[in-house]
């Protein structure tokens, strides 16, 4: 579900249908659905809580919740409409859906998407072209990979040990549905903290936040950033919270923590105070 924008300067740009409400209102987008979930009911789901508050799914079950957060937020905008053809020429192209006038238009993720060097990829290679496409595997000797150049995004890379700009998955053989719209999975291994928009999230791996990449990645394509977001960017501490214990046993709560690399705490203390209810 897209929409074909028209920009001040004359340019045109493709916007998710949800981002694009986002920024002028269901009543000038004309409403419609944002997008279609789909979810596979054979597959061995885990439905409960994550580890410590539930049991976790075991080594053959998938986390449902992790498997939606991660499809909503490519229904959010985390995707890009470059591909690279079975002769090595990678290009955008909407003409498709939209007709000839958005044969050369590319979507708002694409916007950010850079070589190492910091040259925009729709603003520097032709499209289509061979050496787009080299980028986008990986297989140009002047390049090592793609990566998504913008300032809150930098931001959010701040917080793991990554590189500066977040690096996104580009491997040398083109893997249509992986390649580009997914962040890097070896520089952000299995349960690192921006693990959720690997291209595979794999059986008894638990991911249920965005990370601090994602959400610089939606802030910088317009999306307004909430509390969490907020607090994963700007946070040492990027999220803390405390929830009863699954047992029900009075007074027994879990606290769970994430730490960005800018932590630096040498002990935590918690103070507990009962509230008599005078009711």
Known sequence: FLFLVTLEDGDQLVYP??????????????????????INEDINWYFGEPAPIGPGPNEFQSD????????????????????????????????????EQAEDVPNIYDEFAADQFGDFLTESYSNPSS???????????????????????????EVGDGP?????????????????????????????????????????ETVHTPGPITCGMFADMGWPKGPGCEALLSQPVASFEGRPGRDGREGKVFLTWIETSRTDVSEYRVESRRIEDES
């Open 164 to 204: 500066p700009e977040p690096k996104l998955y580009a491997p040398s053989d083109w893997r249509q549905g992986s390649s580009y719209s997914h962040v890097d999975r070896e520089t952000y291994p299995q349960e690192d903290i921006n693990s959720l928009m690997r291209p595979v999230i794999r059986q008894g």
């Open 17 to 38: 249908a949800a981002l694009f409400d986002a920024l002028v209102g269901p009543e000038q987008a004309e409403g419609g659905p944002h997008m279609q979930v789909e």
């Open 64 to 99: 449902l919740t992790s498997v939606a957060l991660h499809e909503i937020a490519h229904g959010l905008g985390f995707t890009g409409s470059m591909s690279v053809d079975l002769q090595g020429v990678g290009s955008w192209d909407y003409s498709s859906l939209f007709g």
């Open 131 to 157: 050496e787009l496409g080299d980028v986008l595997q990986s297989r140009s000797p002047f390049t090592e990979g793609v990566f998504f150049d913008g300032p809150e995004a930098a931001v959010g890379a």
